[in-house]
């Protein structure tokens, strides 16, 4: 099977990407439709709205892609200095850093000859994984393409968002496009807050007023801007 596949099954599989998605996702539907309802208030022809939508989608899923590949490559470069640094400890005083281990599970209640004997299995196994994953919660150092792949992913979702008020432009008639945008965004909104609600097991009813709250206040903020520069 594919690495990427391998991966895109992994993530999917993973509640935090899933949460994560929805709210990029998110960012397209209310960023796109905002740009749409102030164009719309300032009595913008039909054209002038396609692209606006268009140019809002591109724009919008590069700058969110770009700056979740910075993020990541970011902490990927943090976690390859801290194995680094730890990989050079271990060959320089293996037997300071087994007490350190052991120490650290000792810390957390188990008996000194225990947390001896689970330190010293957990480094004949892996000895620089036990130490990153104790001492700063590394359980695995990014691949090179993670970064790449997390901005990949952010930025589809980002643009499988920004299509719900972009196919609003392009099929409903300009005399109800307003309305349409509104509450086809409401609804999506909806929808997307659901699926991270569930993912990240709170409150639906919360996480779908907060949705809201942020949404349809960007449109009608971004509709009255609209008219106000008319």
Request: hydrophobic letters at 55%.
């Given at each position: 099977?594919p690495?990427a596949?391998?991966?895109?099954r ?9 949460r994560?998605?929805?709210?990029d996702a ?8 905002g740009v749409?309802?102030g ?9 002038t ?7 809002a ?5 590069l700058?969110?892609g ?10 990927r ?12 400890q271990?060959e320089?005083?293996p ?10 599970y ?6 000194t000859?225990?947390?001896r004997?689970v ?10 994984g036990?130490q990153l ?6 359980r695995e150092v990014?691949?090179?393409?993670a ?5 990949v ?7 499988l ?5 972009l196919?609003i432009?392009?099929?409903?008639p ?5 309305w349409?945008?509104?509450?086809a ?25 907060r949705?809201l709250t942020?949404?349809?206040g960007t ?12």
């Amino acid at each position: 099977m594919p690495s990427a596949l391998i991966r895109f099954r992994a993530a999917v599989a993973d509640a935090a990407s899933l949460r994560s998605w929805t709210v990029d996702a998110n960012d397209g539907i209310i960023a796109t439709a905002g740009v749409l309802e102030g164009f719309a208030g300032a009595g913008a022809s039909d054209s002038t709205l396609l692209t606006a939508a268009i140019v809002a989608t591109v724009a919008g899923a590069l700058s969110l892609g770009g700056a979740k590949w910075s993020e990541e490559a970011a902490e990927r470069d943090a976690q390859v200095r801290v194995a680094r640094e730890e990989a050079a400890q271990l060959e320089l005083s293996p037997a300071e850093e087994m007490l350190e281990l052991a120490g650290y599970y000792e810390s957390k209640g188990l008996s000194t000859d225990l947390a001896r004997l689970v330190a010293e299995q957990l480094t004949a196994r892996d000895a620089l994984g036990a130490q990153l994953e104790t001492e700063h919660g590394i359980r695995e150092v990014m691949s090179r393409a993670a970064p790449v792949w997390a901005g990949v992913a952010a930025s589809l979702a980002f643009v499988l968002g920004a299509l719900v008020p972009l196919l609003i432009t392009l099929l409903v008639p300009s005399q109800v496009e307003a309305w349409a945008v509104l509450f086809a965004v409401i609804a999506s909104l909806v929808l997307t807050s659901i699926v991270s609600a569930r993912t990240g097991r709170t409150g639906v009813l919360r996480t779908v007023a907060r949705s809201l709250t942020v949404g349809i206040g960007t449109l009608g903020v971004s509709y009255l801007a609209g008219l106000l520069i008319f």
